[in-house]
């Protein structure tokens, strides 16, 4: 990859002002990688601050973080940070400081996994509707139980209180997860969504579970604190959320007053489809031919991530007038610093490569996109440097070890409260 001429500064570079008067200092971002890097309890740890610390110090303008969940009882992975009470308020004002206070923005990812989260780590897990995973995924996943409507209604509640602790510990915003397959998504897709009472039914009654979620984000936080929507373009599977449901959504977030609308697509069963056409393979973003049918309906403010690899390609989508945000993930888990380089005109020296174990069926279903780059994420908030060149079967073998461990002690830790 050739980089860019040096001394002409890329639309990268321009502040962007959102809907409610907020301003991000530059138009790149880091979208939310997994983590993991709270403890078996769920509380945030020193490790988090540090490696905010050293993306902040890119440069980048904003920061996503990635998979908080909003309830104890329903975790994706073992590790995740929950924020369900203000217990930790202390570290986490460290955490949100440790961005701001280099001029990054920092938005909190508030998710909820329903079904989508590996067998034995929650009591039970709960999903729209009782639908179990595909046959090759049932070995890792157990079938959900449908939720009723009292608990549909306190996880709304739950996602305005942990926003509104957010505000308070002092991050810049938040983003609600409704993509990759998790509770929202799943509302939202005709396929997990087989409900016939005010949850679902209709693409109408399907969209109400977001829509109260963020009213009652909104209703928490107020009109001046930023929150953003991570949605799919679809989910790339048989009866599942098409685009045309995906536009209608963003039409009705956009009417609602949402700040930014990050699009991706797929989910852990699909995966993140990888573009097909020579030209948008070439145009690199993977979803800007959606993100162009958006912007032809609503002007909300909108982040495209998924297969950037140089500054000329961010540009030319900031230039199509489709992408206000360029959005890059696992690029920054390689490379820390690479805003430093883009925002300067020049292309990071790393490359993102598929991540393969030689192991068929886990590579098709993309489980080393999540792992492999978890583990870097770790050597980076140690203080360390990340290893590109790592195996990717040498990480499976790694992250079951871990994961089983950490899904031991979760469970034994529930137990004890």
Same mark, same amino acid.
């Given at each position: 990859? &050739?980089?860019?001429?040096?001394?002409?500064?890329?639309?990268? &570079?321009?502040?962007?002002?959102?809907? %409610?008067?907020?301003?991000?200092?530059?138009?790149?971002? @880091?979208?939310?990688?997994?983590?993991?890097?709270?403890?078996?309890?769920?509380?945030?740890?020193?490790?988090?601050?540090?490696?905010?610390?050293?993306?902040?110090?890119?440069?980048?303008?904003?920061?996503?973080?990635? %998979?908080?969940?909003?309830?104890?009882?329903?975790?994706?992975?073992?590790?995740?940070?929950?924020?369900?009470?203000?217990?930790?308020?202390?570290?986490?004002?460290?955490?949100?400081?440790? #961005?701001?206070?280099?001029?990054?923005?920092?938005?909190?990812?508030?998710?909820?996994?329903?079904?989508?989260?590996?067998?034995?780590?929650?009591?039970?897990?709960?999903?729209?509707?009782?639908?179990?995973?595909?046959?090759?995924?049932?070995?890792?996943?157990?079938?959900?139980?449908?939720?009723?409507?009292?608990?549909?209604?306190?996880?709304?509640?739950?996602?305005?209180?942990?926003?509104?602790?957010?505000?308070?510990?002092?991050?810049?915003?938040?983003?609600?997860? !409704? #993509?990759?397959?998790?509770?929202?998504?799943?509302?939202?897709?005709?396929?997990?969504?087989?409900?016939?009472?005010?949850?679902?039914?209709?693409?109408?009654?399907?969209?109400?579970?977001?829509?109260?979620?963020?009213?009652?984000?909104?209703?928490?936080?107020?009109?001046?604190?930023?929150?953003?929507?991570?949605? %799919?373009?679809?989910?790339?599977?048989?009866?599942?959320?098409?685009?045309?449901?995906?536009?209608?959504?963003?039409? #009705?977030?956009?009417?609602?007053?949402?700040?930014?609308?990050?699009?991706?697509?797929?989910?852990?069963?699909?995966?993140? #489809?990888?573009?097909? @056409?020579?030209? &948008?393979?070439?145009?690199?973003?993977?979803?800007?031919?959606?993100?162009?049918?958006?912007?032809?309906?609503?002007?909300?403010?909108?982040?495209?991530?998924?297969?950037?690899?140089?500054?000329?390609?961010?540009?030319?989508?900031?230039?199509?007038?489709?992408?206000?945000?360029?959005?890059?993930?696992?690029?920054?888990?390689?490379?820390?610093?690479?805003? !430093?380089?883009?925002? %300067?005109?020049?292309?990071?020296?790393?490359?993102?490569?598929?991540?393969?174990?030689?192991? @068929?069926?886990?590579?098709?279903?993309?489980?080393?996109?999540?792992?492999?780059?978890?583990?870097?994420? @770790?050597?980076?908030?140690?203080?360390?440097?990340?290893?590109?060149?790592?195996?990717?079967?040498?990480?499976?073998?790694?992250?079951?070890?871990?994961?089983?461990?950490?899904?031991?002690?979760?469970?034994?830790?529930? !137990?004890?409260?």
């Amino acid at each position: 990859m &050739t980089n860019s001429t040096p001394g002409a500064p890329p639309l990268l &570079t321009q502040a962007l002002r959102l809907p %409610n008067g907020r301003t991000i200092r530059n138009r790149l971002a @880091k979208a939310a990688t997994s983590e993991t890097l709270g403890t078996y309890a769920n509380n945030p740890t020193p490790s988090l601050v540090r490696l905010y610390r050293r993306w902040a110090a890119s440069g980048v303008g904003l920061i996503i973080t990635g %998979n908080v969940m909003i309830d104890r009882r329903a975790l994706g992975e073992p590790g995740n940070v929950v924020i369900e009470d203000e217990a930790d308020l202390p570290l986490l004002r460290q955490w949100a400081s440790a #961005a701001t206070d280099q001029g990054a923005a920092i938005w909190v990812q508030l998710n909820h996994p329903g079904k989508q989260s590996g067998k034995g780590l929650n009591v039970s897990n709960l999903a729209p509707s009782a639908v179990p995973f595909s046959p090759e995924m049932e070995a890792l996943f157990e079938t959900p139980r449908e939720a009723t409507v009292a608990e549909i209604e306190e996880i709304i509640e739950r996602f305005g209180r942990s926003a509104a602790i957010c505000k308070k510990a002092g991050f810049s915003g938040v983003q609600i997860h !409704a #993509a990759h397959g998790y509770l929202i998504n799943q509302f939202l897709s005709p396929h997990h969504n087989q409900r016939t009472d005010e949850w679902g039914g209709t693409t109408e009654k399907r969209r109400r579970f977001l829509l109260a979620v963020y009213a009652e984000i909104r209703r928490q936080v107020g009109p001046d604190f930023p929150v953003g929507i991570k949605l %799919n373009s679809a989910d790339f599977q048989h009866g599942g959320f098409t685009e045309e449901e995906s536009l209608q959504t963003v039409r #009705a977030l956009a009417d609602a007053g949402i700040d930014l609308v990050e699009i991706s697509g797929g989910t852990y069963e699909t995966g993140v #489809a990888q573009p097909k @056409k020579a030209s &948008t393979v070439a145009r690199e973003a993977y979803f800007i031919e959606f993100a162009e049918k958006v912007r032809a309906a609503v002007q909300v403010p909108l982040m495209v991530t998924g297969g950037f690899r140089s500054v000329t390609g961010m540009d030319a989508a900031l230039r199509s007038g489709a992408v206000d945000v360029v959005g890059i993930a696992r690029l920054m888990v390689i490379d820390p610093d690479a805003p !430093a380089s883009l925002l %300067n005109g020049l292309n990071s020296k790393q490359q993102v490569h598929p991540i393969k174990t030689g192991i @068929k069926q886990i590579d098709r279903l993309g489980l080393m996109e999540v792992l492999w780059y978890e583990l870097q994420v @770790k050597r980076i908030a140690a203080g360390g440097e990340p290893r590109p060149g790592e195996s990717g079967l040498w990480a499976l073998v790694k992250s079951l070890a871990m994961n089983g461990w950490g899904t031991f002690k979760t469970r034994r830790l529930r !137990a004890r409260s």
